[in-house]
């Protein structure tokens, strides 16, 4: 019986938990149509190999790395309004991927890439130590259900992994409007020695995180909203 976290014999590696489920959802023709025409230049392919940030956006700059992009709605209003970054962003969602393509063919956006591949191997494989210089993760999915929550991306083994990949000053910037999940956020970034919280405690909305649709709602129906701010120690 192998113990956990190995390979049943004959199995080459452990099924590894995700914090996705492969989701059926309905690439519209808007979405199919900016796949065919941006997707050559904006989508990057998944190698296992270290990842050239001045080959893939043509310029050097600061790195941010968006993990879950959704429906890219933040991912565009964000690229739009820091031009001088580069933003490296990833998704397993077709549509999704779809849909910020569209925007970045609507808005010109040049500084976007897109990964549309689970970030967790990406962070594992391709992104070197300090390479980046932020990281985006808003309304990660909850994984309400307690025998779900280890499914959740915000855990000390993947935070670990974060820090290492940012640069000294480097910062990663979580939302979400689940408060049981800030708490951990909270918790966990708070626990990781290379980390330190630019707030005392839940950090004010940056200016640059726009209120989606969706947060809208939210708000409108009376939920909380958390950010979290932490960046490397020098
Ligand atoms: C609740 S949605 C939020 C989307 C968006 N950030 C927003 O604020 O609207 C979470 C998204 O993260 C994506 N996701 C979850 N785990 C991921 C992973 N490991 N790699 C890439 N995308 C992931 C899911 O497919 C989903 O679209």
Redesign the pocket.
């Known amino acids: 019986m192998p113990s956990a976290g190995q390979a049943p014999a004959g199995v080459a590696h452990p099924k590894t938990i ?3 489920v492969r ?1 059926a959802g309905r690439t519209t023709t808007g979405q199919a149509k900016a796949l065919e025409e941006f997707g050559p230049q904006y989508l990057l392919s998944y190698a296992a190999q270290p990842f050239d940030a001045h080959a893939a956006f043509g310029r050097t700059a600061p790195l941010i790395l968006e ?5 890219g ?2 991912t565009a209003h964000i690229a739009r309004v820091r031009p001088a970054d580069n933003f490296l962003c ?4 077709e549509p ?1 991927v779809g849909a910020l393509l569209k925007r970045i063919g609507e808005h010109g956006i040049t500084n976007i890439r897109i990964l549309q ?4 191997e990406v962070i594992d494989h391709m992104l070197a130590p300090a390479s980046l210089d932020g990281v985006h993760m ?4 909850p994984w309400h259900k307690k025998k779900h929550n280890k499914r959740r ?1 915000i855990q000390p083994p993947l935070v670990a992994k974060l820090a290492a990949r940012l640069k000294p000053g480097g910062y990663i910037h979580c939302a979400t409007d689940w408060q049981p999940y800030a708490e951990q956020m909270l918790q966990v970034l708070g626990s990781e020695p290379h980390l330190q919280n630019t707030a005392d405690g839940f950090a004010p909305q940056p200016d640059y995180r726009p209120l ?1 649709k ?1 947060e809208n709602r939210g708000l409108r129906l009376g939920h909380g909203v958390w950010d979290v701010v932490f960046r490397r120690r020098p």
Request: proline share 4%; with cysteine.
């Open positions: 995700k914090s996705f989701r993990i879950g992009f959704g429906m709605e933040a990833c998704e397993v969602h999704g591949h689970d970030a967790v808003f309304f990660p999915d991306l989606t969706f």
